[in-house]
């Protein structure tokens, strides 16, 4: 089946620093991908849906510059924190969906997740 | 609104059956998800139902749909010590060309005991 993996597992950054995390597709095109967070003892929040070759589409409350997404290829999205501060230390999950091995599955695949404490 | 709402924590012995609950509230759901989350790690789908569906079997794993009631659950039969972690109930909401994305419960803790 598809394999969404995400990159790096863990990251650890001072406050005020930018990280960047990587979301693959490993064997399929992925035209959309989501971008979740989830904090501690809690549920997975969608923050934006990332198409690829155009800009992503943001939940509310969520800020687009400070959470950068770019889609720019089929099998990559990325997420960058800006500025990053320890509220901003969460668990952060991409999914992904079968749309582009051709009809929808109605299945979403996600990745690993990526753990972000800033100190 | 779009809204799912689950049970937090579910206690178990090992061999017997869990059954997970969720509510949920908006008719427009497609498929209705039961994701396994086990700790530090991401989600894996475990099984999916569609909504035109009333069972969906897969070995172990019996989803239950009532549609009319808006209520989804997830059966585990001969529930093992492997089974515990947080299961999350998601549907997935279909409008306005936004495919794809998904809402979920808070997610309901099992616990297996020996």
């Known amino acids: 089946g598809a394999v969404v993996s995400q990159h790096p597992s863990w990251v650890i950054c001072k406050s005020g620093t930018s990280v960047k995390i990587e979301c693959r597709s490993l064997d399929f095109q992925a035209t959309t991908m989501f971008w979740y967070r989830q904090f501690p003892k809690q549920s997975l929040m969608l923050m934006a849906t990332?198409?690829?070759?155009?800009?992503?589409?943001?939940e509310q409350g969520v800020e687009k510059d400070k959470f950068l997404i770019n889609h720019a290829s089929l099998t990559l999205s990325t997420l960058t924190v800006t500025s990053a501060h320890p509220e901003d230390s969460s668990f952060y999950i991409c999914?992904?969906?079968?749309f582009g091995t051709g009809p929808y599955t109605g299945e979403l695949f996600f990745g690993e997740g990526s753990r972000l404490t800033v100190l | 609104g779009e809204d799912v709402e689950q049970s937090l924590f579910l206690s178990v012995r090992e061999g017997d059956s869990s059954v997970i609950n969720c509510t949920y509230t908006d008719s427009s759901s497609t498929y209705l998800y039961w994701y396994k989350q086990e700790p530090g790690a991401g989600l894996q789908l475990l099984t999916y139902?569609?909504?035109?569906?009333d069972m969906k079997q897969d070995q172990r794993l019996t989803v239950l749909l009532n549609k009319k009631d808006k209520h989804l659950s997830l059966r585990i039969a001969d529930t093992q010590t492997g089974d515990s972690a947080i299961y999350f109930c998601a549907e997935s909401i279909r409008r306005s060309g936004n495919t794809g994305k998904l809402i979920f419960g808070q997610g309901t803790t099992l616990q297996v005991k020996p």
């Open positions: 990332s198409n690829e070759g155009s800009k992503a589409t943001y």
């Open positions: 139902i569609f909504s035109n569906m």
């Open positions: 999914s992904t969906s079968g």
